[in-house]
């Protein structure tokens, strides 16, 4: 049966680091890879890509270079929560959760009978199509029921006026902090404000109620430091998302550009 390494991790308590994937591109993916991250956040909400041939082959290079795929859909929709899964996906994080009734949503749609409603395919990647002699379906559901995660996004004012309803619902894996979207919900028109004193607040709240659940905290770290990755892992950040591909290409480009195209334009030969 396939393995869930990031849930792995979070089972035996420690933290887990990965990376974004806004571009799309496999090769971007492997290095992620090969350089010893623990998983890529493969976003289909803010891209062009989505639940098509194209993603379950991005899931399949994750496999290939031993680190879990986790995606990002652009809804709470049944069928995109359940085809993630059967391209092999390790978790499904749905934005925007607002209620409980949200998140049971979700429960639905991530787990088979009895625990939830999942709609059944056998001839699918994560089955790996039923091709092993000894392929055991019961068991196939079981494991699937056991190891496929669920990551409720925490990104609007409205959770936090649900949040004690919404941590009661069973089958919650992690929970994402969308600090930028909390902070515009709020009129805090700037990136990755978590240490503005009203969206700390909101934070602190969510990591102290989902601590005492024994639920993980997922957040993309801003600035990339340590000191910022051990701060966070230190509040319930158990799975740490260290930007983007796009955004880390980004910054070494001008980093580049300032230290050395800009000062050798300065030079006469």
């Given at each position: 049966?396939?393995?869930?390494?990031?849930?792995q991790l979070?089972?035996e308590?420690?933290?887990a680091?990965?990376?974004g994937?806004?571009?799309?591109?496999?090769?971007f993916?492997?290095i992620i890879g090969?350089?010893?991250?623990?998983?890529?956040?493969?976003?289909?909400?803010h891209?062009p890509?989505?639940?098509d041939?194209?993603?379950?082959?991005?899931?399949?290079?994750?496999?290939a270079?031993?680190?879990?795929?986790?995606?990002r859909?652009?809804?709470?929709d049944?069928?995109?929560?359940r085809?993630c899964f059967e391209f092999?996906a390790a978790a499904?994080a749905?934005?925007?959760?607002?209620?409980?009734?949200?998140v049971?949503?979700?429960v639905e749609?991530?787990?088979?009978?009895p625990?939830g409603?999942?709609?059944?395919?056998s001839?699918?990647?994560?089955?790996?199509?039923c091709?092993a002699e000894?392929?055991?379906?019961?068991?196939y559901?079981?494991h699937s029921?056991?190891?496929?995660m669920?990551?409720?996004?925490?990104?609007?004012?409205?959770?936090?006026?649900?949040?004690?309803?919404?941590?009661?619902?069973?089958?919650?894996?992690?929970?994402?902090?969308?600090s930028?979207d909390l902070?515009?919900?709020m009129?805090?028109?700037k990136?990755?404000?978590?240490?503005?004193?009203?969206i700390?607040?909101?934070f602190?709240?969510l990591?102290?109620?989902?601590g005492?659940?024994?639920?993980?905290?997922?957040?993309?770290?801003?600035?990339?430091?340590?000191?910022?990755?051990?701060e966070m892992a230190?509040?319930?950040?158990?799975?740490l998302i260290?930007?983007?591909d796009?955004s880390?290409?980004?910054?070494?480009?001008?980093?580049l550009?300032a230290?050395?195209?800009?000062?050798l334009?300065?030079?006469?030969?």
């Amino acid at each position: 049966m396939r393995i869930n390494k990031l849930k792995q991790l979070m089972d035996e308590g420690k933290a887990a680091a990965g990376m974004g994937l806004f571009s799309g591109d496999p090769v971007f993916l492997e290095i992620i890879g090969h350089c010893g991250l623990d998983f890529v956040f493969i976003d289909t909400e803010h891209t062009p890509f989505g639940q098509d041939r194209d993603l379950e082959n991005l899931i399949r290079a994750a496999d290939a270079v031993g680190i879990s795929a986790v995606v990002r859909i652009a809804h709470n929709d049944e069928v995109a929560i359940r085809k993630c899964f059967e391209f092999g996906a390790a978790a499904v994080a749905v934005p925007h959760i607002k209620t409980a009734k949200d998140v049971r949503k979700m429960v639905e749609a991530v787990k088979f009978p009895p625990m939830g409603k999942r709609g059944v395919a056998s001839d699918v990647r994560a089955s790996n199509y039923c091709a092993a002699e000894d392929f055991d379906w019961a068991e196939y559901i079981r494991h699937s029921n056991e190891n496929t995660m669920l990551i409720p996004m925490c990104e609007d004012p409205e959770f936090f006026d649900n949040i004690d309803e919404i941590l009661e619902v069973p089958g919650i894996s992690a929970i994402l902090f969308g600090s930028t979207d909390l902070s515009m919900a709020m009129g805090i028109q700037k990136l990755y404000q978590i240490d503005n004193p009203q969206i700390r607040q909101k934070f602190e709240i969510l990591s102290q109620k989902a601590g005492e659940k024994g639920i993980p905290l997922v957040c993309t770290i801003a600035p990339l430091t340590f000191e910022k990755a051990w701060e966070m892992a230190k509040q319930g950040v158990r799975i740490l998302i260290l930007k983007n591909d796009i955004s880390n290409f980004k910054n070494m480009v001008q980093e580049l550009a300032a230290n050395i195209v800009k000062p050798l334009r300065q030079q006469k030969f």
